[in-house]
């Protein structure tokens, strides 16, 4: 039975979508595939809302094109300056200043893109250009920023979206699918403030079916051990292989484990679909990622090899955009062990259909599900579980 704050999440859901069914969807598509898309001008002075990293990368690339950047707004300055340009709060906003174009420059999941909308609107900007808006228009000059794209990304694979849409086991994951596409498709905006109340990775889906087992647990992008120690607490764990590539979180990971209850290798190791020496960008913590030009170079595996014999229960990816190719490094684990899988989906646009299309060969009688755990379609998770 559902709680009453589940069920009251289910409500919001609800509320928040915007179509209905697939066909729906569709038809969504093909109004939006005729709306001319909302382009900056340059003719008109701007302001970016959010002085982070992803506001001054914004701001870097809009002054290269010779646009008027006029400065930085936050809610708390938390300095005067940055890029050169003034920081300024709303309040010391001019009036003459709220008919310039407004950008959106955070781009997180913590933050909410429909709260930061509707904050700017009551400050008064009317011409205000979310973070989608201006991945359309400078896509090459920004580069990969997670699940951001145009538009043309999702409208041209609408077949692909519908196979995963019909795969999927529950009314609830159908809707998310949906739901997460329409949001990045800039017709959703409310599903920026949307979280499942399912805790993320272990909850009732994962855990049910390891109920009394002794849990052999695979964690690809372990970080600092955070989600294994969480793991500790919710069931028996026999063993724990822990794959983390990143020079300091292997060391936060290896410090926390130090007096780990049961027995858990940690291998400083990516994980893809062979071996092979990889480029690779540290994230300062969370966010590090393999890339073309990464300043470091790491070892990636593939799991078939590494763990060939070995029987697994559980296994988690969340490994920054290379969860395909690390699941076709573990077919055969897969086919063997048959585990719970929590797969990462959001760290590529098009991870919502690629991913369940590329376990659909390999995970014969399971039930796929999809799970939102954080805002602005962040940490939307695929889970599989066996029948």
């Not at 709220?98 to 400050?123: E, T, Y």
């Not at 290379?322 to 646009?349: D, F, N, Q, T």
Request: net charge negative; with cysteine.
């Amino acid at each position: 039975m559902l709680s009453r704050q589940h069920f009251a999440q289910l409500k919001n859901n609800m509320k928040q979508s915007v179509v209905q069914d697939f066909k729906g969807f569709s038809e969504l598509c093909q109004q939006v595939a005729q709306q001319p898309p909302h382009l900056l001008v340059q003719a008109k002075p701007l302001w970016i809302f959010g002085a982070g990293q992803f506001g001054r990368d914004v701001c870097a690339v809009l002054r290269n094109k010779g646009f008027d950047v006029q400065g930085f707004i936050e809610s708390t300055p938390r300095t005067d300056k940055v890029l050169d340009l003034p920081v300024v709060s709303w309040r010391q906003l001019e009036p003459h200043q709220l008919m310039a174009q407004l950008v959106i420059g955070i781009f997180n999941r913590a933050m909410p893109l429909d709260q930061l909308k509707k904050i700017s609107i009551a400050a008064g900007f009317a011409d205000i250009f979310m973070p989608w808006d201006i991945y359309t228009q400078f896509e090459e000059l920004l580069g990969w920023r997670f699940w951001l794209s145009a538009a043309k990304v999702i409208l041209d694979n609408l077949a692909a979206i519908e196979k995963t849409y019909l795969s999927l086991t529950d009314e609830q994951s159908r809707r998310c699918l949906l739901d997460i596409c329409t949001f990045r498709l800039g017709q959703n905006n409310s599903y920026a403030s949307f979280s499942h109340p399912d805790n993320q990775y272990f909850n009732t889906l994962t855990l049910s079916p390891l109920r009394g087992k002794k849990v052999s647990f695979v964690d690809g992008g372990a970080y600092n051990g955070d989600t294994f120690l969480e793991l500790l607490e919710k069931t028996k764990v026999a063993n724990a292989y822990l794959f983390e590539p990143d020079l300091e979180n292997f060391k936060a990971l290896t410090k926390a484990l130090i007096n780990s209850p049961v027995p858990a290798v940690c291998l400083p190791l990516a994980v893809s679909d062979q071996y092979s020496i990889l480029s690779f960008n540290a994230g300062n913590g969370e966010g590090g990622s393999i890339a073309e030009n990464g300043a470091a170079h790491i070892a990636a595996v593939a799991l078939d090899e590494v763990l060939s014999g070995h029987h697994v229960d559980f296994i988690k990816l969340d490994v920054e955009g290379a969860e395909i190719p690390a699941l076709r490094g573990a077919r055969e684990l897969i086919k063997r062990s048959r585990p719970v899988l929590a797969i990462s989906l959001y760290h590529r646009p098009q991870d919502v259909w690629e991913i369940p299309e590329q376990l659909t060969g390999i995970c014969s009688s399971y039930s796929i599900y999809i799970r939102q755990h954080y805002f602005n379609s962040f940490d939307s998770v695929l889970y599989l579980i066996p029948n």
